[in-house]
């Protein structure tokens, strides 16, 4: 026997149902959010060689991942030697009216951008650039139609 109050029993009981599954089916939409954060968006830093100095440009940055481009401006070709904080960068020689490029990740601190020929006497080099690096950058996250 089919009664009349059942009927109302298996609605309930099928609505019931119904709000569960939706309310399960939100539970299991992915995290986006990377663990760990990506890191800064790379900085670029250029520099220049002249007959006495080196020069960059920005000089003061935050701590993170950084292109640094210099060109060479003198007559004769130069090695460049990035040090700091337990960081040893080099790439050289670069001709005269050449450019050349380091890629590296910097911590806090100083750094120093020097330039010379390997052979020569350090009375030789031409005048350091200083770098001073800060605080991490904030994350790149955020930052559209990056890598």
């Known amino acids: ?7 109302g029993g298996g609605r309930a ?8 599954v939706s309310a399960l089916a939100g539970c299991g939409q992915p995290d986006y959010s990377r663990r760990p954060p990506r890191p800064p968006t ?4 250029t520099g220049v060689i002249t007959e006495d100095r080196v020069s960059v ?3 003061r940055i935050g701590a993170g991942p950084i292109v640094l481009i210099v060109s060479n401006q003198d007559a004769t070709s130069k ?13 050289g020689p670069i001709n005269p009216q050449d450019t050349a490029t380091i890629t590296a990740n ?6 120093t951008l020097r330039a010379g020929s390997d ?4 009375s030789q080099m031409v005048k350091p650039a200083e770098i001073v690096v800060g605080r991490e950058r904030p994350t790149g996250e955020d930052d559209l139609l990056r890598p």
């Open 57 to 59: 440009s920005p000089n």
């Open 13 to 20: 009981t099928l609505a019931a149902g119904v709000a569960l």
């Open 119 to 122: 052979r020569a006497a350090p």
């Open 42 to 45: 790379p900085l670029q830093i």
């Open 106 to 111: 910097v911590q806090q601190g100083r750094y």
């Open 79 to 91: 090695t460049l030697v990035l040090e700091g904080e337990s960081k040893r960068e080099r790439v």
């Open 1 to 7: 026997m089919w009664r009349e109050g059942s009927r």
